[in-house]
T-cell receptor, first 112, second 114 residues
Framework: GENVEQHPSTLSVQEGDSAVIKCTYS??????FPWYKQELGKRPQLIID?????GEKKDQRIAVTLNKTAKHFSLHITETQPEDSAVYFC???????????FGPGTRLSVLP | DAGVIQSPRHEVTEMGQEVTLRCKPI?????LFWYRQTMMRGLELLIY????????DSGMPEDRFSAKMPNASFSTLKIQPSEPRDSAVYFC????????????FGEGSRLTVL
């Protein structure tokens, strides 16, 4: 089955700096890679996703890149703000919309 | 739509008691998922349904756990008997392939087993 690793487990950045979180996956059949943000005590919510036929996708300050050959994908947050502080989960699935396997999460702290 | 609705939000029970968690998915969604979240193990998929039929229950930890979906608007996750190691936040999520692959999570049920 699919195995998703995520690094780093914790990340602290100064407000205004960029943050990068990386994930690797094991199943070459995986074709859908979403990122979820979970604020303290809240539910996970989708912030961006990418499909295997695309190498990069951007939405305002966040972007995701995918390298299918190396089986890794990354989340990039630019101009970080305190409200970006949360736990970020990557996921991978070979059955679009079905049994996602989540990474262990990255706790991002944006320091004022 | 009100989103995915879970109840109870918080449950404190004693070891050995039966626990039932409830979920109402978003209307029109044909996939329903139960996840368990702990600090040690992160987000674990327990089971998911498609059109009310269980598709993959390989994540259900043991026979003490069971899940049902009697109709398109209701699902339950039952733990009997409960143990302290079952303490976690249990999330229900729903989705539909007719739109995107996005999982819509409920607020979660925080279970504490003493």
């Amino acid at each position: 089955g699919e195995n998703v690793e995520q690094h780093p487990s914790t990340l602290s950045v100064q407000e205004g700096d960029s943050a990068v979180i990386k994930c690797t996956y094991s199943d070459s059949a995986s074709n859908y890679f979403p990122w979820y943000k979970q604020e303290l005590g809240k539910r996970p919510q989708l912030i961006i996703d990418i499909r295997s036929n695309v190498g990069e996708k951007k939405d305002q300050r966040i972007a995701v890149t995918l390298n299918k050959t190396a089986k890794h994908f990354s989340l990039h947050i630019t101009e970080t703000q305190p409200e970006d502080s949360a736990v970020y989960f990557c996921a991978a699935t070979s059955n679009y919309g079905q049994n996602f396997v989540f990474g262990p999460g990255t706790r991002l702290s944006v320091l004022p | 739509d009100a989103g995915v609705i879970q109840s109870p939000r918080h449950e404190v029970t004693e070891m050995g008691q039966e626990v039932t968690l409830r979920c109402k998915p978003i209307s029109g969604h044909d996939y329903l998922f139960w996840y368990r979240q702990t600090m040690m193990r992160g987000l674990e998929l327990l089971i998911y349904f498609n059109n009310n039929v269980p598709i993959d229950d390989s994540g259900m930890p043991e026979d003490r756990f069971s899940a049902k979906m009697p109709n398109a608007s209701f699902s339950t996750l039952k733990i009997q008997p409960s143990e302290p190691r079952d303490s976690a936040v249990y999330f229900c999520a729903s989705s539909t392939l007719r739109e995107t692959g996005e999982l819509f999570f409920g607020e979660g049920s925080r279970l504490t087993v003493l």
